[in-house]
């Protein structure tokens, strides 16, 4: 059974950094590209990165160019998202998902919350 | 952008009741692949999302047959033959085929 499983989230003030786990089980990690997508609090969803399956390489939206960096570690089957600079309209609930275009498996996602 | 406009915004149906999402893209989603990257899936409330259709029509194997998916380069259609209690939820169409990804605003259907 495919699991990703988020953890690291949190309430973190504007300007500080946060960094965001995916544990992936169930399939061979690293023959998938994986993402991040994000849901701000009663609003849609929203693609914020994407790494390819052996992660050379990497897209981002332009909003999060240069504050996040998405990363993967292929020998202990995990996904990252090092969110730097952080504002508070990244606060959201982040799901880690499987696929670089597919997004076939989404985890239960990890609520963000920037605020003073 | 590739921006993806759904309609209705939202949808109240009986159970049994036929139901149909439309999707519009403001450019073709056909690829150089010569595949289309147009995705739907549902999120039912309090859940993260869930697969259901993936390159326009193709189910996912858990997916009932009573779900389909059509169209073609800037406009798709989702449709369901007979809704069902578990169908609640917000159904989104979401494009993979240009960077960014991008997904539509949502369709909510709830039940009479």
Known sequence: ?116 | DVVMTQTPVSLSLAIGQPASISCKSSQSLLGTSGKTFLNWILQRPGQSPKRLIYQVSKLYSEVPDRFSGSGSETEFTLKISRVEAEDLGVYYCWQGTHFPHTFGAGTKLELK
């Not at chain 1, 960094?19 to 990690?29: I, R, V, Y």
């Not at chain 1, 990363?71 to 508070?88: E, G, H, I, P, V």
């Open chain 1, 1 to 116: 059974e495919v699991q990703l499983v988020e953890s690291g989230g949190g309430l973190v003030q504007p300007g500080r950094s946060m960094k965001l786990s995916c544990a992936a089980s169930g399939f061979t990690f690293s023959n998938y590209g994986m993402a991040w997508v994000r849901q701000a609090p009663t609003k849609g969803l929203e693609w914020v990165a994407t790494i390819s399956y052996d992660g050379s390489s990497t897209y981002y939206r332009d909003s999060v160019k240069g504050r996040f960096t998405i990363s993967r570690d292929n020998a202990k089957s995990t996904l990252y998202l090092q969110m730097n600079s952080l504002r508070s309209e990244d606060t959201a609930t982040y799901y880690c998902t499987r696929g670089s275009i597919t997004r076939d498996y989404w985890g239960q996602g990890v609520m963000v919350t920037v605020s003073s």
